[in-house]
Nanobody, 124 residues
Framework: QVQLVESGGGLVQAGGSLRLSCAASGVTYRTYAMGWFRQAPGKEREFIAR????????DYADSVQGRFTISRDNAKITMYLQMNSLKPEDTAVYYC?????????????????WGQGTQVTVSS
């Protein structure tokens, strides 16, 4: 059974940093692209970043480009999201996702596996 478990969320002041982790199990990890999405109260789920199975290709939403960095350690079967220069509008539940189809990790539609989410709150 595939499991994705996020950690690292919390409360931080504006301008601060957090690093989220997503640990995977039950998948042939290198064959899966991975991604991060977020959902704020009353808003739709939003794409944040994605990374290919090898880790060589990455893609970011305009809203986080230059502030967030996605990475993965295939030996540890873990993906990361380093978030710097956080803003109050970054407040949301952050979800990691896994799928073997690259495009799904941009749209979020039909994604095979989701984590349970971790709350990130940025105070002003």
């Amino acid at each position: 059974q595939v499991q994705l478990v996020e950690s690292g969320g919390g409360l931080v002041q504006a301008g601060g940093s957090l690093r989220l982790s997503c640990a995977a199990s039950g998948v042939t990890y290198r064959t899966y692209a991975m991604g991060w999405f977020r959902q704020a109260p009353g808003k739709e789920r939003e794409f944040i970043a994605r990374i290919s199975g090898s880790g060589y290709s990455t893609d970011y939403a305009d809203s986080v480009q230059g502030r967030f960095t996605i990475s993965r350690d295939n030996a540890k079967i873990t993906m990361y999201l380093q978030m710097n220069s956080l803003k109050p509008e970054d407040t949301a539940v952050y979800y990691c996702a896994a799928d073997q189809t690259w495009a799904r990790l941009r749209s979020g539609v039909g994604v095979g596996y989701w984590g349970q989410g971790t709350q990130v709150t940025v105070s002003s």
